[in-house]
């Protein structure tokens, strides 16, 4: 049992078409068929520019201040090292 493939190409010689000429298959040759040219790559992206003198206001109602940011950051009381005398 031939397969499907092998059916179409017997088919294809036996009408005497089908890209089977002269002993061989061959390249389309049409425009259409060809590769396109390579396009140039675009340009790298920009780097954007940074606002150095740019100046931001202070918010409308101000810096949030909470009450215990102290304690937070206070230091904790240093252990002293004991001696293994």
């Known amino acids: ?3 499907s493939v092998e059916s179409a190409v017997a088919a294809a010689v036996a009408v005497g078409g ?4 002269c002993g061989g298959w061959e390249t389309p040759k049409r425009e259409e068929c060809r590769i396109p040219a390579t ?5 790298a992206p920009r780097k954007a520019v940074p606002d150095l003198g740019k100046r931001r206001s202070p918010p409308k109602n101000g810096y949030f201040q909470p009450p215990d940011l102290e ?3 206070a ?6 090292a004991s001696t293994c005398a």
């Open 75 to 80: 230091l904790a009381p240093r252990r002293q």
């Open 18 to 21: 089908g890209g089977y000429c």
């Open 1 to 3: 049992m031939e397969s």
């Open 39 to 43: 396009l140039p790559c675009p340009a």
């Open 71 to 73: 304690a937070l950051f």
